[in-house]
């Protein structure tokens, strides 16, 4: 049987595309998803040629669609980064942990207290949407089990846990999560799971996964978690929603880290397109041993969509 390394070594830069796949390629999708940090840009540089990208990807009548992890950044942010590479950026076609947590609430007519770990903006935006939220213990606690124990266990009614990254996560956060979820009629909702966050090919640091895989550990036996960032199936399942998503093989996602931009293709049945411009380096993307995140294809950044489009277009005769 061919192991997740074989298959690796066969995955194809889309560059390497004879004229005829090229176009098949081009025409096997309508809809474009991409992850933005290590995809569209980078934390400490910008990645040429990604702007003009998702421009031929538009004027070739692709659907653009946003789709990050990364919920601390406001929306007004994205924004001025879509901009500042030179595409147009679309409010309605950005999606990140908050926005589908929140769509996700409406959706499900949800009623009742939320208890909530996250960053004040992502807090706030909740708040904002209609809800009731409550938070803590924030700063410095007891540090005494007893008092900690006591303090913690308020017995409120909380129907629904939250968890999207928080920097100030503490164990009393956590056993205060873990309390509440002990109420059968309490749900766990998580947003980002990346266990690894890429900073460069070279360059990483640690994610909110090992939190919230915690969180998720400490679930009375036969309690699920809903989650609402990438990979998660529910994700998935509110984008096809979303977007009106007929056929999923009809998407191609594009993100530069293993464990959530190419296993969500798998999730949601999507194509998927691993590019090298991020947190993955060839060397790294050769050594995956994940049998769940193998890409249908490889490229070395965006831009090379670009190459590929123009590639196709009629040769002007002078």
Known sequence: MEGVSEKMAK????????????KQFANSFDVFMTDCDGVLWNV?????????????????????????????????NYEERV???????????LVHPIHSIIRYLKKTKFTGLIYMIGM??????????????????L???DESFLNLAQSVNDKLPVKCVIYEADMNFSFAQFMRSELYLRQPDCQLIVGATDRILGITGEFSIPGPGPFVQAIIDSLPVGKKPIVLGKPGFELTELLKEQFEIK???RVLFVGDMFGTDIKIGGVGGYQSLLVLSGGTTREKMLANKDPEAIPDYYADSVADLSTLLRSLQPQSVL
């Open 83 to 93: 901009t500042k590479i030179g595409a147009t950026f679309r409010r309605e076609n």
């Open 11 to 22: 995955v194809r830069h889309i560059l390497d595309l004879s004229s005829e796949e090229r």
């Open 139 to 141: 700063g410095l606690v």
């Open 120 to 137: 004040s903006l992502t807090k706030n935006l909740v708040r904002e949407a209609g809800y009731e939220v409550i938070d803590g213990p």
């Open 247 to 249: 056929n999923p093989k």
């Open 44 to 76: 400490l540089s910008p990645i040429p040629g990604t702007g003009d990208a998702l421009n031929d990807l538009e004027a070739n009548g692709k659907k653009v669609i946003l789709v990050s992890n990364n919920s601390m950044r406001p929306d007004s």
